[in-house]
């Protein structure tokens, strides 16, 4: 158990729908950050949050967005789905910010989204 | 920004063999890690190595920063080993394509 939580674990919805993935992070990590998996494809990085405010910004589309609460944990909400958007999403955190001494990334079990 | 190749693509190899691993990178880096991705998708830390050398059970992992490559060592594979291995450098979030790794019976 890496202490990353995400929910929900398998969602299916239909196109043109919309949808929200939520994550807690490890205790004490600031930083949360979001990566997509297509299948049988490397991880893209999506997002990343750090103690609430965007640090950096990757291959995400307009139609997606990130916010990380007060609280720490972070939601990624999908919108205008298409069938392109199955994929797996996975939540990450670790201590501090990218640069040096950043700590280890440690995932979340995933959120593994089919549109149909 | 930074590029991460990694080699072999696929890996096929009898129980109790031992392998290789390779993760090439463009530019130096502060971070590094190794994961693997067992068959049920989890992503499991295997060594966060910027530099130098680490072990732990039957893996190890090297990293030589200024030639800009790390190495995973994986000895007497077991079934359980099967998956993809990813490098991953953080600067720029990038992750390597990954090697698949089948450990046959």
């Known amino acids: 158990d890496s202490g990353v939580t995400q929910t929900p674990k398998h969602l299916i919805t239909a196109t043109g729908q919309r949808v929200t993935l939520r994550c807690s992070p490890r205790?004490?990590?600031?930083?949360v950050y979001w990566y997509q998996q297509s299948l049988d494809q490397g991880l893209q990085f999506l997002i990343q949050y750090y103690n609430g405010e965007e640090r950096a910004k990757g291959n995400i589309l307009e139609r997606f967005s990130a916010q990380q609460f007060p609280d720490l944990h972070s939601e990624l909400n999908l919108s205008s789905l298409e069938l392109g958007d199955s994929a797996l999403y996975f939540c990450?955190?670790?201590?501090?910010?990218?640069?040096?001494?950043?700590?280890?990334?440690?995932f979340g079990e995933g959120s593994r989204l089919t549109v149909l | 920004g930074i590029q991460v190749e990694q080699s072999p693509p696929d890996l096929i190899l009898q129980e109790g063999a031992n392998s290789t691993l390779r993760c090439n990178f463009s530019d130096s880096v502060n971070n590094l890690q190794w994961f693997h991705q067992n068959p049920w998708g989890q992503l499991i830390n295997l060594f966060y190595i910027p530099s130098g050398t680490k072990q732990n059970g039957r893996l190890s992992a090297t990293t030589v920063a200024t030639e800009r490559y790390s190495l995973l060592y994986i000895s007497s594979s077991q079934t359980t080993d099967s998956g993809v291995y990813f490098c991953a450098v953080r600067e720029n979030f990038v992750f390597g394509p990954g090697t698949r790794l089948s450990v046959l019976p």
């Open positions: 205790s004490g990590d600031l930083s």
């Open positions: 990450a955190s670790s201590v501090n910010w990218w640069g040096a001494n950043t700590g280890e990334l440690f």
